[in-house]
């Protein structure tokens, strides 16, 4: 429903979905906008060539890929990963950061930070980014 309208609109029909919704009222949303999907749904259906892939709860579908960024600003910006710095998943972004993708079902946080700690790297701040409606689609539709 938000096909070429302005910031301000789309915020408004955004409003008014979730307010016929949470007044009880069952909205089917039909988008392209995983954005929009991932924002006002509580239960997400793909569909893949007329196939229907995947239909489930938001929360079950985003924890799928069992996957998060964690992004580490350090004092000096890197040119290279360490060599003395072994984790899976560790590589450096454009903007000198050291970015390592973790599952967190299996890889503790704490020991990925002591590991980057132990390697003498003075941390400035740090943020974590969780795989969006977008990498689940890109992973259900890929597989099928």
């Not at 007329?50 to 600003?73: C, E, F, P, Q, S």
Request: proline share 4%.
């Amino acid at each position: 429903p938000t096909a070429g309208v302005d910031v301000e609109l789309r915020a408004q029909l955004w409003a008014y979905v979730r307010e016929l919704n949470r007044q009880g009222t069952t909205v089917l949303l039909t988008t392209h906008y995983l954005e929009e999907a991932e924002e006002l749904c509580d239960r997400i259906a793909i569909i893949n060539h007329g196939r229907l892939i995947a239909n489930d709860r938001k929360a079950a579908l985003m924890n799928t890929l069992d996957a998060k960024h964690l992004v580490i600003t350090l004092r000096t910006p890197l040119a290279a990963l360490p060599q003395d710095l072994s984790l899976p998943g560790a590589s450096v972004n454009d903007e000198g950061q050291l970015v390592i993708t973790y599952k967190p079902s299996i890889d503790d946080l704490q020991a990925i930070l002591h590991r980057i700690q132990a390697c003498g790297l003075p941390v400035r701040d740090l943020t974590t980014q969780q795989s969006d409606l977008e990498d689940v689609f890109r992973h259900f539709t890929s597989a099928a």
